[in-house]
Nanobody, 121 residues
Framework: QVQLVESGGGLVQPGGSLRLSCAAS????????AGWYRQGPGKERELVAS???????NYADSVKGRFTISRDNAKNTVYLQMNSLKPEDTAVYYC???????????????WGQGTLVTVSS
């Protein structure tokens, strides 16, 4: 069964850092576009960062210069390095990816289960 498994969330003080991981488990061929979204308390889900099949990345204005999205194609894993964290970064972070399951097949959209990031002193 193919799924996205997230890890790396937790409690961190303001100014601290965390690295989130999103690993595609099961038999897949590749990850195409992948992104991290977040949903804070009482807020709608928003796109934080996305990365295409190469290394081209896009970021929400609120995280530019602090967050970095990256990928390891050999491990079918996408990362989100979060530095200089602020209380307003507190949210459940979700990984979203378009997965190609076979070499000549279509891509399918998958979401992870979410991982909680709490920034508080």
């Amino acid at each position: 069964q193919v799924q996205l498994v997230e890890s790396g969330g937790g409690l961190v003080q303001p100014g601290g850092s965390l690295r989130l991981s999103c690993a595609a488990s099961g038999r897949i061929f590749s990850i195409n576009v992948a992104g991290w979204y977040r949903q804070g308390p009482g807020k709608e889900r928003e796109l934080v960062a996305s990365i295409h099949s190469g290394t081209s990345a896009n970021y929400a204005d609120s995280v530019k210069g602090r967050f970095t999205i990256s990928r390891d194609n050999a491990k079918n894993t996408v990362y989100l390095q979060m530095n200089s964290l602020k209380p307003e970064d507190t949210a459940v972070y979700y990984c979203r990816a378009d997965l190609k399951l076979v070499v000549d097949g279509p891509t399918y959209l998958y979401w992870g289960q979410g991982t909680l990031v709490t920034v508080s002193s």
